[in-house]
């Protein structure tokens, strides 16, 4: 095969690859088209960066949110549907597939799911409903396993004295339960 002709395969043969690995996600960053230019920045800049968007973004109804994280949930759903979709149809599946296979079945099992009805968390209910005092609450938000969130939120973060440690970081709350559905700055205090 004569040298151009050959560049022309493998890069044909590039081109193919790369197409079918190609990010279904826009690149990172900003993303101009989101600004909505008739804000002012310095009066509101969350609106001026994402305006736009907010005007034309449609949530669907089944869903509390919308942007790229929904995007790439929807995708992986398909994704993990197709592959115990494929389970069912081998004889030859690993014990941790089978798990995969069983789990996910009892996870979309609708009707067994309103059979059981609230049963599995029957238990931790009924410890909540049984708090009579604060020292019962913190009792409860320190009991492992249950999910009860809690006044305090901790993380691993860069130290802001200094760039090259790490820190750890937690904050509590000040304002009393219950608590917002998106906490902000002003409800949580660094300690």
Same mark, same amino acid.
């Given at each position: 095969m004569s040298q151009p002709r050959s560049l022309v395969v493998l +890069?044909?043969?590039?081109?193919?690859?790369?197409?079918s690995t190609a990010p279904r996600v826009a690149p990172w960053g900003i993303y101009l088209d989101y600004i909505d230019r008739d804000a002012k920045p310095g009066d509101d800049f969350f609106t001026y960066a *994402?305006?736009?968007w907010l005007k034309t973004?449609?949530?669907?109804?089944d869903r509390p949110s #919308?942007?790229?994280? +929904? @995007?790439?949930? !929807?995708? *992986?759903? @398909?994704?993990?549907?197709?592959?115990v979709a494929e389970l069912?149809?081998?004889? =030859?599946?690993?014990?941790? @597939?089978?798990? +995969?296979?069983?789990?996910?079945?009892?996870?979309?099992?609708?009707?067994?799911?309103?059979? #059981? $009805?609230? !049963?599995?968390?029957?238990? =931790?209910l009924a410890a909540i409903a049984a708090a009579r005092t604060p020292e019962d609450l913190a009792k409860l938000v320190g009991t492992p396993g249950l999910?009860? $969130? $809690?006044p305090f939120a901790a993380y691993i973060?860069?130290?802001?004295?200094?760039?090259?440690?790490?820190?750890t970081t937690?904050?509590?709350r000040t304002r009393p339960w219950p608590r917002p559905a998106m906490p902000t700055r002003s409800t949580w205090r660094r300690c």
């Open positions: +890069l044909a043969f590039a081109a193919l690859s790369l197409a *994402n305006g736009a973004a449609q949530i669907p109804p #919308a942007g790229v994280g +929904l @995007e790439l949930t !929807k995708q *992986n759903d @398909e994704r993990l549907k197709t592959i069912h149809t081998r004889k =030859d599946i690993t014990p941790e @597939e089978v798990k +995969l296979r069983d789990f996910y079945d009892a996870f979309m099992d609708q009707s067994q799911i309103e059979v #059981a $009805g609230m !049963k599995s968390a029957s238990q =931790d999910p009860t $969130g $809690g973060t860069t130290d802001d004295a200094s760039g090259s440690r790490s820190a937690i904050f509590a």
